[in-house]
């Protein structure tokens, strides 16, 4: 599971993770966020409030949060056989899994400066009250992030934090299989 605050670029390492790793599979979120300009149709499944508690009601859902007055939640996971699935989820989700999977590997991505977040942030096009809440809650994130237990990785190269979750994902399925013999 990939978390972290607002604006630090967890969409974009979990496409790199994915793109150099055939064996992991990104599941897609849905939301009741719109979709902003120029965001790809496929990045969510955009639905309304009521979809989305409809699906939330019969179950469809492995977890699912309110993040900053929106709804996202994580569908029944789809993957193809002997892939692991990669989770982009806010801290609240992460920690719903967890409660299921306790040996899910929990990553938060932090950005290398508060200044450097809120650029990033800036940079995505929100609205101004959408970019103040996000940085509110960095912190409750952050704290949430220390009682799972997370693993910190600074996202200052995109390619060396790529490379670092590499291989704690590599260490991870390790360890499973040192446990299955
Ligand atoms: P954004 O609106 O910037 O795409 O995402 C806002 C936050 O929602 C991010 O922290 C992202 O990781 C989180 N998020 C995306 N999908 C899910 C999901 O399915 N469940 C949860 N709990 N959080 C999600």
Redesign the pocket.
């Known amino acids: 599971m990939?978390?972290?605050?607002?604006g630090v670029g967890?969409?974009t390492i979990a496409a790199a993770l994915v793109a150099a790793d055939p064996k992991l599979w990104l599941?897609r979120?849905?939301?009741t966020?719109a979709r902003r300009p120029g965001e790809p149709e496929t990045?969510?499944v955009f639905a309304d409030e009521a979809e989305f508690r409809a699906k939330a009601a019969e179950g469809g859902f492995v977890?699912?949060?309110e993040?900053?007055g929106?709804l996202?939640?994580?569908p029944q996971p789809d993957a193809p056989a002997g892939c692991d699935v990669l989770?982009?989820?806010?801290v609240?989700?992460a920690a719903q899994v967890r409660e299921n999977r306790p040996e899910a590997l929990c990553i938060f991505v932090e950005a290398p400066s508060a200044a450097e977040q809120e650029s990033r942030l800036r940079g995505r096009g929100d609205p101004e009250s959408h970019i103040a809440k996000?940085l509110a809650l960095a912190d409750s994130e952050r704290i949430l992030a220390y009682e799972l237990n997370a693993v910190h990785v600074v996202n200052d190269s995109l390619a060396e934090a790529v490379a670092a979750i590499g291989a704690l994902i590599e260490e991870a399925r390790q360890e499973r299989c040192d446990n299955d013999d």
Do not use: C, H, M, V
Not at 87 to 90: G, N, Q, W
């Open positions: 990939l978390s972290g605050p607002g967890k969409g599941s979120s849905w939301t966020r990045a969510y977890e699912w949060a993040i900053a929106n996202y939640g994580t989770l982009e989820i806010d609240q989700g996000r």
